[in-house]
């Protein structure tokens, strides 16, 4: 399709032993090693504001799932009486109740996937705190998180896992680095993809980006449309709308965290359609995006 000749690259950010680094790499691994620290730094010296909204988002979204989470059921030997168990009476199991756990965990994930594109160089340290906090907040309330960033190179939209649902830390969305392009419809149709993989599971899929689609892979001829054309502009935005319209058809609709300038916000519409939430400074993080969880977990109830 709109993708034709275009390739995926799954990464970990972990170098390959195997190869050595050509001096390209080796000069993009240094710029992307003092990023880090850059993005670490950030964070240090807005400490005690970044902590305040960790924890009153953290209690926002643990607020959302007593309210809108039917607590799980185990079997006991008192509570409710569970009908399907009354014949294991005459086996001497007297656990033929259900109670509520006293923990109730989340029965869905979330996915937070970062546009790294170079349109993103002069914000990557707010993009790599505002990563960190939604991590920790959604951790804090046993909530798996996947953060992962996107940005295209030379026929490659890579993906790069930068926290897996099993890591317990978060160092890794301080390695958040800015380069190169960004084929925002193939990011997502390899998204729609990973998502398809992981079962039945409820997920919730969130974008920080600031929908500016832009490659420098041109978008093939195809119909009526015989010659190429540049994957900027209406073509890319009509791509990558087409793309997030596949993602809503299989149960895993995209919301969209805007954070560009004005003149893209229609792009952003145009891609996502109203669900789009322009991000406000840091100190109103929690607020706004603690709303968006909620609305999302109504849905997921509904």
């Known amino acids: 399709g709109a993708h034709l000749g275009c390739r995926l690259w799954f990464a970990s950010g972990v170098p ?30 807005n400490l005690e504001l970044h902590r305040s909204v960790v924890l009153r988002l953290t209690e926002q979204i643990r607020n959302c799932i007593l309210v809108h989470q039917q607590p799980n059921a ?15 009476t005459v086996m001497d199991d007297d656990r033929v109740f259900r109670c509520a756990e006293e923990e109730n965990h ?3 994930t979330v996915d937070l996937l970062l ?38 190179l030379r026929g490659y939209t890579v993906l790069r896992v930068l926290k897996g649902f099993k890591e317990k830390s978060l160092q890794g969305i301080c390695q958040y680095f800015a380069s190169g392009w960004n084929r925002d419809g193939l990011a997502l149709r390899a998204v729609d993809w990973l998502l398809r993989r992981t079962g039945e599971q409820q997920r919730l899929l969130l974008i920080l980006t600031d929908a500016n689609p832009n490659d420098d892979t041109r978008l093939p001829g195809t119909g009526n449309q015989f010659f190429s054309r540049d994957y900027s502009g209406r073509p890319a935005v009509a791509d ?21 300038r004005e003149g893209d916000l229609s792009s952003a519409r145009t891609i996502y359609g109203r669900d789009v939430v322009r991000l406000p400074s840091v100190g109103w993080f929690a607020q706004t995006v603690g709303k968006i969880i909620q609305g999302r977990l109504q849905a997921l109830e509904s």
């Open 16 to 45: 390959s032993p195997e190869q050595a680094p050509t001096p390209e790499a080796k000069h993009l691994a240094e710029q992307a090693q003092l990023q880090a620290e850059r993005n670490r730094a950030y964070y240090s010296k």
């Open 74 to 88: 185990r079997v006991a030997r008192s509570g409710n009486l569970d009908p399907e168990r009354v014949w294991r």
């Open 115 to 152: 546009d790294a594109s170079a349109s993103r160089l002069h914000c990557q340290e707010v993009i790599a705190a505002q990563g960190s906090i939604l991590a920790q907040s959604l951790a804090a309330c046993g909530i798996p998180v996947r953060v992962s960033c996107f940005s295209s």
């Open 240 to 260: 990558a709308a087409e793309e997030a319209t596949a993602l809503r058809r299989h149960g895993n609709p995209p919301l969209c965290l805007f954070s560009g």
């Open 106 to 108: 989340p029965s869905f």
